[in-house]
């Protein structure tokens, strides 16, 4: 198959993916808004007598009640979602691998290559941490997030499959880039889970609990940083290779860098006394916010060594 082919061929996969996990987002979306009412465990207790359903003025309910059977269609909901998001996931990655057959390098030199990585290994991380606990709830946000990042990709950083400016030829694209793609997918998992905590109010809700919100963030957390220090320490190590320093102020050294302060600052909040939950939580969510600045804004809205974003 010719590279234009394959080429092709990429693209389409981009498209079948972005309408795989959106209608992976409504699966998991109905089976979250039709599932089980669960109640916070770190919620204050209830007084005597709350027990009863709360009733709005018209006489409705106006909260999820406990107890309440759900529907016996919205778990199949949610489990069709997660076959709809492994066949998006599955469709993300034949973008990437003949998209890399078709320019014959690593598929991600430009931002149009980096984000699509980027939303294949967010949905990565939601679909193994499945695997090992029930974390569907996650599902409507991942997956949304995934679909917005793919057609942002696609709508706005589009670039044809072809060869990368010669700082991009090189091994170190392998080991700097694909560490700070796994990393940033296990961020994107811990910011939806922090969003989620400070969304979730008292008393019966059809998330988790804060607590199991919490922890989730924290294990994606654990176990990304390590992986973004890896990537940091490669990126001085490749920047010394290319340009002959270690560091050199550039922007996207300066913003990967606060990032990892502020990821430091979190770990270090989570252990402190007083800061475990929602203030350690805030700052686990500017830590993302950083995150989120280094991998989009500085490529697109600063310029520097690293502005390969290529985008028109």
Same mark, same amino acid.
């Given at each position: ?71 016996? /269609? ?31 390098? +690593?598929? +991600? ?110 294990? @994606? ?16 190590? +490749? ?15 300066? /913003? ?7 990821? @430091? @600052? ?47």
């Amino acid at each position: 198959m010719s590279a234009d082919r394959l080429a092709e061929v990429s693209d389409l996969f981009v498209v079948a993916a972005v309408l795989l996990y959106l209608f992976s987002m409504v699966g998991f979306a109905l089976e979250l808004a039709f599932g089980r009412a669960r109640s916070d465990a770190a919620a204050t207790p209830a007084a005597v007598g709350a027990g009863a359903p709360v009733e709005a003025a018209d006489g409705a309910p106006s909260a999820p009640q406990e107890g309440v059977e759900p529907p016996s /269609w919205a778990p199949k909901a949610g489990v069709a979602g997660l076959v709809l998001g492994w066949l998006g996931w599955a469709a993300n990655l034949g973008a990437i691998v003949t998209r890399g057959l078709a320019v014959d390098r +690593w598929p +991600w030199g430009n931002m149009y290559e980096f984000v699509v990585a980027i939303c294949f290994a967010a949905v990565t991380a939601f679909l193994v941490t499945q695997t090992r606990q029930n974390v569907r709830f996650l599902g409507p946000f991942v997956m949304i997030a995934a679909t917005l990042g793919l057609g942002f990709a696609v709508k706005v950083l589009y670039t044809a499959a072809g060869p990368v400016v010669p700082a991009l030829n090189s091994y170190w694209v392998a080991i700097h880039v694909t560490a700070a793609i796994l990393a940033s997918g296990l961020f994107i998992l811990a910011g939806v889970a922090g969003i989620l905590y400070l969304v979730r109010g008292d008393g019966l809700s059809r998330l988790p609990s804060r607590a199991d919100l919490e922890r989730v963030a924290h294990r @994606a957390i654990v176990l990304s940083f390590p992986v973004w220090t890896f990537a940091v320490i490669a990126g001085a190590l +490749w920047a010394d290779k290319a340009w002959g320093r270690y560091w050199g102020w550039d922007p996207k050294e300066v /913003w990967a860098f606060i990032t990892w302060v502020a990821y @430091a @600052a979190y770990l270090h909040a989570r252990v402190t006394a007083g800061w475990r939950g929602r203030a350690a939580t805030i700052v686990q969510l500017i830590a993302f916010g950083c995150l989120l600045f280094n991998l989009i804004g500085v490529n697109i809205f600063i310029s520097g060594l690293h502005s390969y974003a290529d985008v028109n």
